[in-house]
């Protein structure tokens, strides 16, 4: 009996939650509306830092004296600028000159070695030229010179007193025909009749006509006076 009475106390509340939920669904479901609060707002205007400076400045200016005053920073400023203008031109101008300086300097110096260089070899080359011309020239003097004491042992008679050891220096004097126009005696064998067979002998010769041929410079230079050694040995040139 208490079984059956608990399904029916079930079904009964049950059958009440079931009306519950069909009279909720049936119900018109309500709008609700919110109102949304106004709140006012205005644009501040913040008036800026260098506005306010600007202001200050400008109320500064306004007197006279600080009129003044701005005029005399200015002056200063623009003395001060066109000074270091000044400066740096004179500067640049100091480094131009200074360059320009040391590029002639530069020139001369190269300038300089060249022609030491050139003066060098033409030295060199003058000295070289001389030497070869003095080899020339003694080259020429040494056939004329052979010419000489073959034409003078050609023509000296050695006297019975020449003994070995006697020697008589001369000095022969010429012009360019080759004839003897001088005679001296420069060292004497201390004997007269060797002395004199060698005066004897440049007499007998009186002219070298081979020098005719010789080239000017070269009488002058080795020809104008000729020494020759007389011993009865030898004759030397």
């Given amino acids: 009996m208490a079984y059956f009475a608990g399904i029916v106390f079930s079904a009964m509340l049950h059958m009440v939650v079931l009306s519950a939920l069909w009279f909720n669904w049936q119900r018109p479901t ?119 004491q073959k034409r003078l042992s050609e023509n000296w008679s050695r006297p019975p007193s020449a003994r070995r050891g006697m020697e008589t220096h001369i000095r022969i004097r010429l012009v360019p025909t080759g004839r003897v126009v001088g005679l001296t005696i420069i060292k004497s064998s201390g004997d007269i009749a060797f002395d004199r067979s060698v005066e004897q002998a440049v007499r007998k010769v009186d002219q070298f006509v081979e020098l005719q041929t010789m080239d000017s410079r070269l009488f002058e230079l080795k020809f104008r006076s000729v020494d020759v050694a007389f011993s009865p040995e030898d004759l030397r040139l």
Wanted: glycine share 0%; proline share 3%.
């Fill in 30 to 148: 309500e709008k609700v509306f919110i109102q949304p609060k106004y709140i006012n707002a205005e644009l501040v205007k913040l008036a800026p830092v260098e506005q306010k400076k600007s202001s200050s400045r400008q109320k500064e200016i306004a007197s006279p004296q600080a009129r003044q005053n701005l005029k005399n920073e200015v002056k200063k400023s623009k003395k001060h600028k066109d000074e270091n203008k000044i400066a740096k031109k004179k500067e640049l101008a100091a480094e131009k000159k200074k360059l320009d300086a040391d590029k002639k300097r530069i020139k001369e110096e190269r300038e300089a070695k060249r022609r030491h260089r050139e003066a060098e070899w033409e030295e060199t080359l003058a000295e070289a030229e001389a030497q070869l011309e003095a080899e020339e020239d003694e080259r020429a003097a040494n056939s004329f010179r052979q010419v000489i």
